[in-house]
T-cell receptor, first 113, second 112 residues
Framework: GAGVSQTPSNKVTEKGKYVELRCDPISGHTALYWYRQSLGQGPEFLIYFQGTGAADDSGLPNDRFFAVRPEGSVSTLKIQRTERGDSAVYLC???????????FGQGTRLTVV | SQELEQSPQSLIVQEGKNLTINCTSSKTLYGLYWYKQKYGEGLIFLMMLQKGGEEKSHEKITAKLDEKKQQSSLHITASQPSHAGIYLCGADFRGANSKLTFGKGITLSVRP
């Protein structure tokens, strides 16, 4: 596609439920990033993929968060046992490689009630 | 992030006026990225600066990185309503674009 695509755009879930957020990067981009943005704050890094492997997952807040990129293209961010504090906009970005600028998707707004 | 401070926190200018916003790091940067965000939307890439003293321009926006690579400024000439939004700077502290640390952003409003 022309840009980074994220689905769904909005997700409301109940506390304790499991959610999956999807990211389709720009075709040909080998690097993929997940960030989380709370209201009034800048994005915070979660995880970075180079190809299929998670090269840096140091930003994942705890073991309820997990992300995969099995074929080196689409990525899924998975959150288990969601908590109200997980409510935020989850942003995905991709870049041609780790030395070029990253392009962001529109984000998925997650609300845990 | 306290590693990266943006100032001012918000700014209201009259259409046609020039303005400058700043991004200051507590550590030397390998790279500095400027993005713009409209409320509820993703980030739009503006410019990337990697060398001390570097300056880049695109249309009416000019970004500079100081020689020490700890401070960047973004200057908008003859502001327009389309320039309104949140301006975020993102810092590369590691020498690879793999993990950016962002500031809180500066909200710019342009009065017609």
């Amino acid at each position: 596609g022309a840009g980074v695509s994220q689905t769904p755009s909005n997700k409301v879930t109940e506390k304790g439920k499991y959610v999956e957020l999807r990211c389709d990067p720009i075709s040909g981009h080998t690097a993929l990033y997940w960030y989380r943005q709370s209201l009034g704050q800048g994005p915070e890094f979660l995880i970075y993929f180079q190809g299929t492997g998670a090269a840096d997952d140091s930003g994942l807040p705890n073991d309820r968060f997990f992300a995969v990129r099995p074929e080196g293209s689409v990525s899924t961010l998975k959150i288990q046992r969601t908590e109200r504090g997980d409510s935020a906009v989850y942003l995905c970005a991709s870049s041609f490689n780790m030395n070029t600028e990253a392009f962001f998707g529109q984000g998925t707004r997650l609300t845990v009630v | 992030s306290q590693e990266l401070e943006q100032s001012p926190q918000s700014l209201i200018v009259q259409e046609g006026k020039n303005l400058t916003i700043n991004c200051t790091s507590s550590k030397t940067l390998y790279g500095l990225y400027w993005y713009k965000q409209k409320y509820g939307e993703g980030l739009i890439f503006l410019m990337m600066l990697q060398k001390g003293g570097e300056e880049k321009s695109h249309e009416k926006i000019t970004a500079k990185l100081d020689e020490k690579k700890q401070q960047s400024s973004l200057h908008i000439t003859a502001s327009q309503p389309s320039h309104a939004g949140i301006y975020l700077c993102g810092a590369d502290f590691r020498g690879a674009n793999s993990k950016l640390t962002f500031g809180k952003g500066i909200t710019l409003s342009v009065r017609p």
